[in-house]
């Protein structure tokens, strides 16, 4: 409350003054009263204050022990009154009394005020001693209550508006020390609460992600190379401890930058977690590129006790070298791990994929705050259109041997309906896995790879049972030309092998000139006036029918804040996310998304349309769900596969027909969750 003219208004009342109840009898107000008396404050406050106090405490007894008075303020209470005024000469003892009634960060704010001009005491003064004072004192209850309480980035803002008030009057060298000791020992409470306050809130990460860094590197990096025995200090054990609990309130692009930033202060550890972090960005927002740097990195770490070999085994299946994954477990000094391999029914290529997928599921995904450990979809992987274009890339970059660059002409001539357009796509840095799917015959699919593979276990240090994939569809076209030499293709006997090569070649030619030479007319046509008409008038369609499409305006998507949603909210939801979504890619804006999705889906929406519209480029998408499923629900997490008629066509600046895709039956799973209140689409997959 303000202090100002001869009066004091102080939010607490009689009974609070002196520390009893509202139903404590006369003698138990007088028995108080002569405790409060005898048990004044020792801490230094001047005998004038000290006798102030005792006169306001006998003024509260007096008043609660005469019977016709109570009777009146008690009455007065019931009808609202609040707060006691004082005089301003008694201001002070008043303070000390509200200090003393567990008012510790109401104290503390008056009495800052009241040591501001122009009702600042005069310099040296008695009243200006024991208000500092008692601004030092109530501070620290103040930030003692606010720790009791978890709010730890509170208590460190009192402590510090306490520590800059002593430091302005010059005084009490000793409480500002002991401030400082406790604002020190807050440190890791303070980044956690900092850290695991909502995604939205930046400045309160920007700020904890600054005090974390400087924590490590006060302390001489992760393994602690700076022993310090002052006050918030850890050791190893401790600290590890802290850093664990304080990783799941991470991203993983924020765990990425500080990584990589602790380890140029020559942080062995913090070298290897940026490695796995990195491949982990890589893998969840589907960054090819992100675990080609991460192998690059691993190739340069040597760290005694570690065997690099079945990481890097890993990384080089997911960035389709099989041959060179092969090689890396066969060279693991874990002989473990090689008997494993060796013993292994099924194909050596299952067992492979097997163990990366458990080492992403318990070794690399886990720990992340914006990462789901639990869903590690290698099929995806392989299917997503910026992985496939990468990877191409990458092999096109490499020393291909002959013989491969055989096997992928043999192969290729199997495949004519493949676009060679992939090729031309720019890398994407999308964080979601796209929704155009290539239709492929299932000739295409490596056949060497079983589709029910026996569960086998592992060898330590793994040491569990795998629950592999389907691979029936694994590889997609793309990765099974990678491993065209694990199949059969090698075994036919050279002199067939070059006779059969020589026809697919003859053929191949013949066939690019009947298709491919006649590609520039059929594409410069015109595409169907009716299907460009019908998504030209509409950015966004969606339902049952073209005729009567679903707009983003006859959605009334609010966010969807339920408990438990029934499966028709699910189903809008995911509506609006497709309707919103085409809005977007066609040009147009969506009020809708940042109700029902998550900034990085928003984010990668908005930066396809950044890259078509430099390109001068839009996309129309027509995509009805006409069948959702719930697959498993938690409170927090809900996993919908869902049926979905789509097709799109793509248009240059002219409106001419670049591309077009239709699948009737594509299945995406999706997969919405809550942090806080709102149920969010995290994310999706296609094609599953």
């Given amino acids: 409350m303000p202090i100002a003219g001869l009066l004091v208004e102080l939010p607490f009342d009689h009974f609070r003054l002196l520390g009893v109840s509202p139903s404590a009898e006369a003698e138990v107000v007088l028995r108080a009263l002569q405790l409060r008396i005898d048990r004044s404050p020792e801490q230094g406050f001047t005998d004038e204050v000290l006798t102030q106090r005792a006169e306001l405490l006998r003024l509260s007894a007096d008043l609660l022990s005469d019977p016709t008075r109570r009777e009146e303020y008690e009455v007065a209470l019931l009808g609202g009154a609040t707060g006691l005024e004082f005089s301003s000469s008694r201001e002070v003892a008043a303070l000390i009394l509200l200090w003393e009634a567990d008012c510790s960060f109401e104290a503390f704010k008056l009495a800052s005020q009241a040591l501001q001009p122009p009702q600042a005491p005069a310099l040296g003064s008695g009243r200006e001693a024991d208000l500092t004072l008692l601004a030092a004192l109530s501070c620290s209850s103040a930030a003692i209550q606010e720790q009791e309480r978890r709010h730890y980035a509170s208590a460190a803002a009192v402590l510090q508006e306490g520590m800059k008030l002593l430091q302005r009057m010059g005084k009490l060298p000793n409480q500002r020390k002991q401030l400082e000791e406790d604002l020190d020992a807050l440190l890791p409470y303070r980044i956690l609460d900092l850290l695991s306050r909502d995604l939205g809130d930046q400045i309160s990460r920007q700020e904890g992600l600054r005090l974390l860094d400087g924590f490590v590197n006060k302390r001489g990096g992760l393994e602690g190379k700076r022993k310090s025995s002052g006050p918030g200090s850890l050791n190893q054990e401790e600290f590890e401890l802290f850093f664990q609990q304080i990783r799941k309130f991470l991203t993983v692009q924020e765990q990425v930058d500080l990584f990589v930033h602790w380890q140029h202060s020559n942080s062995s550890d ?314 977007i890619l066609s040009g147009g804006q969506s009020n809708v998304l940042k109700k029902i999705a998550r900034r990085p889906l928003l984010e990668s929406v908005n930066k396809e349309r950044a890259k078509d519209a430099k390109l001068g480029q839009k996309q129309f998408i027509d995509a009805s769900i006409y069948s959702i499923r719930v697959i498993n629900r938690t409170p927090k997490r809900i996993e919908v596969k869902a049926r979905i008629n789509y097709k799109d066509i793509r248009l240059d600046s002219s409106g001419k027909k670049i591309d077009d895709t239709s699948n009737p039956n594509l299945k995406v799973t999706y997969i919405i969750g809550r942090y806080g209140e709102p149920w969010l689409l995290h994310y999706y997959v296609s094609g599953r």
């Fill in 270 to 583: 913090a070298r290897f977690l940026a490695i796995m972090s990195m491949t982990a960005e890589g893998f969840s927002r589907r960054k090819p590129e992100r675990i080609y740097q991460a192998r690059k990195k691993l190739e340069r770490f040597a760290q005694e006790g570690l065997d690099q070999m079945p990481l890097l085994g890993c990384m080089d299946l997911l960035l389709g070298d099989v041959q060179l994954a092969h090689k890396r477990f066969e060279n693991s000094e874990d002989s473990a791990l090689r008997s494993w391999l060796e013993d292994y029914s099924g194909e050596r290529l299952a067992a492979l994929c097997s163990y990366c997928r458990d080492w992403l599921r318990r070794d690399v995904l886990p720990g992340y705050r914006d990462v789901d450990s639990q869903v590690v979809d290698l099929e995806a992987w392989f299917a997503d259109r910026d992985v496939q274009v990468y990877l191409e890339r990458i092999d096109k970059k490499g020393d291909l041997t002959r013989a491969k660059d055989k096997a992928l002409s043999f192969l290729s001539a199997f495949t004519p309906e493949t676009s060679s357009s992939e090729s031309e796509i720019d890398q994407g840095d999308s964080s979601e896995i796209s929704m155009k799917t290539e239709v492929r015959s299932e000739n295409e699919v490596d056949q060497s790879i079983s589709d029910n593979v026996e569960i086998q276990t592992q060898p330590e240090p793994l040491g569990q049972a795998f629950h592999l994939l389907s691979f029936q569809s694994f590889f997609k076209g793309f990765i099974s030309k990678r491993n065209i030499f694990s199949g059969n293709f090698l075994r036919i006997k050279p002199i067939f092998f070059g006779s059969f090569a020589i026809l697919v070649a003859l053929s191949g030619f013949i066939y690019y000139r009947v298709r491919y030479l006649d590609e520039p007319q059929k594409e410069s046509l015109e595409p169907s006036s009716s299907l460009l008409e019908k998504l030209q008038d509409q950015d966004s369609r969606l339902g049952e029918s073209t005729t009567n499409p679903v707009k983003e305006t006859d959605l009334n998507i609010e966010a969807l804040t339920v408990a438990r949603p029934s499966e028709k909210q699910i189903r809008e939801l995911i509506q609006a996310w497709l309707v919103g979504k085409a809005n």
